[in-house]
């Protein structure tokens, strides 16, 4: 199997799993090819990601990515966080093979669809 | 301490017995002839792929020249649908299969399919067998042939060959003289008994890879006066019906096989039978919400395709390859393709059961201790990858939700 041992140790110990009682902002994309699902739920205080975790379901590299993602944010400025690209998750599983990239953009999405329902008050789902 | 590994993948491919290695490695040093040439070194060469032809046709109940050696399973499975199709064109040009048929089937029936051939894909219903009636009700006047795999290679069911090769007798004899039939074996052997007479078919298809012999071996048996067309040309191998210089050393293998899982095929039915049980009432008592796939009757003995609720089957199998078990499944990411498993989804279950189905397949060198380790391993592998399931989150809050109304 093509996967990095960063990848493989993602799975094995995934990192930020569950879901925040206190979440400020909340988002759970689809990926509508294959019904993949990343959930995202962040605690959002004075600009920053105070916290991040996560819940996935579908094939490996959906599960890798939203733990790659939510341990990444943890702490991260909010301004910030809005520039990460799917290529950032990438990078931090050592690569993702060319068909896989999906997850990492269902990652993004999800965090950005977070951040955006925190910004128009519809975190509460 | 080193990782402990299991094994559990055999209806992929099964390692090679030490006592086909010793029978084949001759095959590959000093008795390297060409089984075509006149001279010492290829006579040498051809009494092997004699004798081995006698060992492959005795596994089966077939006479020597019946059997035809080629590269393995697909290919015996191309020559078989695509040879018939085109020697019987001109009598027809319908086929009918199953739903449930290995890709390789699939693949060439779908080819023909483009050519403007006409195919009925019988159902297999939630239980995974094809019925009789509806063989029957399929069968015209153009049917030319039917071919329907002996046990399916995801889910182990054992399909009703022998009434299909019944009814296929009684259609000839109705006048429907140019309908052939073919069963693709290469699960089945090794791990059931298989008799062409019992069975009735006019081929079938075998792969030495699934036996404990090497890749790249194979055979189709071709019943006496069956007609199709060669797809490999350009030699006078295997009576012109496959061009191409044996695999002397794969074929010596295959025989060698074959005669050892004839010799042993009630021992290692019985062993294998005894682990895939103990593994399957070790899953009952430990993990909730798993189904079972298949007629748990009707099965091949070392198989046990499971679907395990909320999760995907390629975070499962990353998961316990991690802790050194090695499984496969009908997971699409795995596979490469965006649909999940046709077979399990075949059988009637929805899409998330068809992406967490996980096919477990035992061998002969696996012990009971194997069988406890995934006991152990499994269920952790799997409440981790629940307890990150948004699903599976969802399914226990409205459980914790009924109980507290109740």
Known sequence: ?125 | MALRRVYLDHSATTPVDRRVVEAMLPYLTEKFGNASSVHFFGQEARAAVDRARREVASMVGARPNEVVFLSGGTEANNLAIRGVAEASENYGRHIITSEIEHSSVRGICDALEKKGWKITRLPVYDDGIVRIEDVRASVRPDTVLITVMLANNEIGTIQPIAEIGSLVRKEREKGNRHLRFHTDAVQAAGRMHVDVESLGCDMLSLSAHKLYAPKGAGALFLRRGVRLVAQNVGGHQERERRAGTESVAGIVAFGAAARIAGEELDERVAHVRALRNRFEAGVAARIEDVVFNGNRERRLPHLSNISFRYIEGEGLLINLDLQGVAVSTGSACSSGSLEPSPVIRAIGRDDELARGSIRFSFGKDNSVEDVDYVLEVLPRAVANLRRLSPLYQKATQARACESETV
């Not at chain 1, 993004?108 to 910004?119: G, V």
């Open chain 1, 1 to 125: 199997m093509p996967y990095s041992s960063i990848f493989k140790d993602h799975l094995a110990n995934p990192r930020n799993v569950g879901e925040l009682a206190d979440a400020s902002a909340v988002a759970e994309e689809t990926n509508p090819v294959c019904g993949d699902r990343l959930r995202l739920s962040l605690r959002l205080r004075d600009g920053r990601i105070e916290a991040a975790r996560f819940l996935a379901y579908g094939c490996a590299p959906t599960l890798a990515c939203g733990s790659a993602l939510a341990e990444m944010i943890e702490g991260m400025k909010i301004e910030e966080a809005l520039r990460l690209t799917r290529q950032d998750i990438a990078r931090a599983l050592d690569g993702l093979p060319a068909r896989k990239q999906h997850a990492a953009a269902l990652a993004i999405e999800t965090l950005q669809a977070a951040i955006k329902a925190e910004f128009r008050g519809q975190n509460s789902e």
